[in-house]
């Protein structure tokens, strides 16, 4: 069985200040890892994956992460948040062996301080 | 990237009545579509996996005949919500599987069905 852990719930940060969403995982076998986020009464949108090969992963808006499969964790950085990043933002697993079901976790709601 | 919409986008409606649900993936064809169930600030619930041409799969804990799942084409899938109560009022969003050129498989995420039942 997979299970995602975000740790914090929420996640204050001012303007233009780096910012990192923290993921961990469990799993028994190889992992697919992704980012979502998702603005107030909308669906998810992908933010970045990681499949295979390099353990940093760029995605769109500015987003990285870097898989670390020694500590089971897949945290999410950006180096300058701006307003427009306020969002939830979720973080999921799917086993990778062609079990496409999706484990979320339960979420960060990052809030940009102006 | 790939597409997927949801029809309606918000619905109300009156206890013991049914809901349909519309998801479709615009540009890609979706053999398989997933339906979440989101609550207030909570993550998402994996609610079922529809696959087109047969019986969709529920997760444990859901009710196959209350919330009906039809894949008719591999671009769209539809959530009938029987008999809605109350209780039943949530945000559900669909996914579809889309493989791309590379064969590597991503989830795409509808916008989202916010259904109030009163």
């Known amino acids: 069985a997979q299970s995602v852990t975000q740790l914090d719930s929420q996640v204050p940060v001012f303007e233009e200040a780096p910012v990192e969403l923290r993921c961990n995982y469990s799993?028994?076998?190889?992992?697919?890892l992704f980012w979502y986020v998702q603005y107030p009464n909308q669906g998810l949108q992908l933010l970045l994956k990681?499949?295979?090969?390099?353990?940093l992963v760029k995605g769109i808006n500015g987003f990285e992460a870097e898989f670390n499969k020694s500590q089971t964790s897949f945290h999410l950085r950006k180096p300058s948040v701006h307003i427009s990043d306020t969002a939830e933002y979720f973080c999921a697993v799917s086993d990778g062996f062609g079990n496409e079901k999706l484990t979320f976790g339960t979420g960060t709601r990052l809030t940009i301080i102006p | 990237g790939a597409v997927v919409s949801q029809h309606p986008s918000r619905v109300i409606c009156k206890s013991g009545t049914s809901v349909k649900i519309e998801c479709r993936s615009l540009?890609?064809?979706?053999?398989?579509m997933f339906w979440y169930r989101q609550f207030p600030k909570k993550s998402l619930m994996l609610m079922a996996t529809s696959n087109e041409g047969s019986k969709a799969t529920y997760e444990q804990g859901v009710e196959k005949d209350k919330f009906l799942i039809n894949h008719a084409s591999l671009t769209l899938s539809t959530l009938t919500v029987t008999s809605a109560h109350p209780e039943d009022s949530s945000f559900y969003i669909c996914?579809?599987?889309?493989?791309?050129?590379?064969?590597?498989?991503?989830?795409?995420f509808g916008p989202g069905t916010r259904l109030l039942v009163l």
């Open positions: 540009d890609f064809q979706a053999t398989t």
């Open positions: 996914s579809a599987r889309d493989f791309g050129i590379s064969g590597q498989e991503t989830q795409y």
């Open positions: 990681y499949l295979s090969g390099s353990t």
């Open positions: 799993s028994s076998v190889s992992v697919y």
